[in-house]
């Protein structure tokens, strides 16, 4: 969908929240993208990082710095979203990098559709300089995929109080998870055909545990037919 962007120079109404844990080689980078976006408000929580992460994100100018307190991803993005101060949420890993134009389009995406409560754009995998990535990553650099990921997307406030927090339990499928709950209670997320995110691809990365993720998405998923069979 085409939807209008705002002018280049008001902040959006948006907490950027950037989860890093030893993440100092790529964490500039992707801070470097999040601020041309004008989020009203950067989040960086940095879960107990042994390098540079933590000094990189308190000079980046108008970034607030968090301390995780728990551990996992998802425990991450759930205290950031917590701290934030903003009607609307996005994400960026630190080894990602927000596209040029893409919280814009997002945003414009909600604007447009006061009712709808999450708005996903596509998702890019790439490269990143001095990280080896795996086979299965090197075969979708360059692909374009639907952002069900969430770095791809933005979302109101309210979403994380309708669908609840990323699960904690779940060390990779938390992603998925919630984007399995948010369709589930009949909440369709705005598409739009345009490439918001770059994802990088980094075989160290917890996601290229092949094992981990199969059996969680199974557990998702089981997790999805039961529900629906309770609310029969």
């Not at 728990?70 to 934030?84: K, P």
């Not at 996005?90 to 927000?98: K, T």
């Not at 109080?161 to 399995?180: H, K, N, Q, Y």
Request: glycine share 8%; charged share 25%.
């Amino acid at each position: 969908m085409t939807c209008p962007e705002s002018p280049p120079s008001i902040p959006l109404p948006v907490t950027a929240i950037v989860p890093t844990r030893d993440a100092a080689a790529h964490l500039s980078t992707a801070l470097a993208t999040v601020a041309a976006a004008r989020p009203a408000e950067t989040i960086v929580i940095d879960g107990a990082s042994n390098d540079d992460s933590i000094a990189i994100a308190r000079r980046a100018s108008g970034v607030r710095v968090l301390s995780q307190r728990s551990r996992g991803l998802a425990a991450a993005r759930n205290e950031a979203i917590s701290a934030a101060t903003q009607p609307m949420i996005a994400f960026c890993d630190a080894d990602d990098r927000w596209v040029e134009g893409g919280l814009d389009a997002l945003h414009g995406a909600l604007v447009a559709e006061p009712d709808a409560l999450v708005a996903i754009g596509m998702v890019e995998p790439v490269a990143l300089d001095g990280t080896e990535s795996s086979e299965g990553q090197r075969a979708r650099i360059g692909t374009r995929l639907a952002g069900f990921t969430p770095g791809a997307m933005l979302a109101r406030r309210e979403a994380f109080e309708r669908i609840g927090p990323f699960d904690e339990t779940l060390s990779i499928g938390a992603d998925s998870d919630w984007f399995v709950r948010l369709v589930g209670q009949g909440l369709e997320p705005i598409r739009i055909d345009r490439v918001v995110l770059a994802k990088g691809m980094r075989g160290s990365s917890l996601s290229s545990d092949v094992a981990i993720y199969r059996r969680e998405l199974l557990e998702v998923a089981r997790r999805h037919i039961a529900a629906r069979r309770r609310s029969r």
